[in-house]
């Protein structure tokens, strides 16, 4: 479904990613985990075509989308959840509901998905009317998934979404991602958690300073001695 092949990217003088290739299957929940400044948020922003790539290939279900504008590659199924969640403060939780469908003209399948955004988070319902910059970071964190959603995403690029979340809200937070995933999205998640990614995800890969080090299943990499002691805490 997605498919990037010998990646390189350079911010200035600095290779901050160094040839990666990898592969996400239609249906599945891919993750990248690695070290703060691996480059795990450098690749979703260049398959967003956000940062502009220097050598490789991007291909979205067999088409070629390595420098197509970014709202073509929203259009064409590609949705990217922002790290830090980016929502507009200034507007209500309805209206970057709406930002989210900005390439969509069916009117109607909007205001159902917005509905079903709404089920899927009952407290952006309860918080329709209220200022994104007002919700909590767990609110916030929802909101940006659900303005992902209303894009109507073939795949979802996921941008560290435990970032400054309390446990609990983590897991429900996954939760939802696996539920979203269930419902026939395919997720590609950058996580820090690599407990939490591992435990949702069907394949991983492994990235250290722009290098894919290890890949395989999620299962087989969180019972491999290296990952537990680099990533899982031992």
């Known amino acids: 479904m997605l498919k990037i092949e010998d ?13 990666i290739s990898l592969n996400v299957s239609e249906g599945q929940i891919v993750s990248l985990i690695g070290a703060n400044g691996a480059g795990k948020s450098t690749c979703l922003n260049t398959i967003s075509n956000l940062v502009q790539n220097s050598k490789g290939k991007i ?14 590659i929203v259009k064409y199924g590609v949705a990217q959840v922002p790290e830090g969640r980016k929502v ?11 930002m989210g469908a900005y390439t969509r003209n069916d009117k109607l399948g909007v205001k159902e998905d ?33 303005r992902g959603l209303m894009a109507k995403p073939k795949i979802m690029l996921l941008d560290e979404p435990s970032m400054g979340l309390a446990p609990l809200l983590v897991r ?16 590609l998640l950058v996580e820090q958690n690599a407990n939490m990614a591992l435990s949702i995800a069907d394949y991983a890969y492994v990235l250290e300073t722009g290098r ?23």
């Open 172 to 187: 429900e937070i996954f939760s939802i991602i696996d539920e979203i995933n269930s419902q026939g999205t395919t997720i």
């Open 59 to 72: 291909s979205f279900m067999g088409k070629n989308i390595t420098n197509a504008p970014p709202h073509k």
């Open 88 to 98: 507009f403060p200034q507007m209500s939780v309805s209206e970057n509901l709406d």
């Open 114 to 146: 917005k509905q079903k955004v709404f089920k899927l988070f009952p407290r952006l319902l309860e918080r329709e009317n209220q200022l994104a910059g007002t919700l909590s970071g767990g609110e916030q964190q929802m909101l940006a998934i659900g």
């Open 212 to 234: 894919i080090v290890l890949k395989g299943e999620a299962k087989t990499l969180a019972a491999d001695e290296k990952v537990k002691e680099a990533y899982l805490g031992g």
């Open 7 to 19: 990646l390189h990217v350079y911010y200035g003088g600095i290779h901050a990613i160094k040839g």
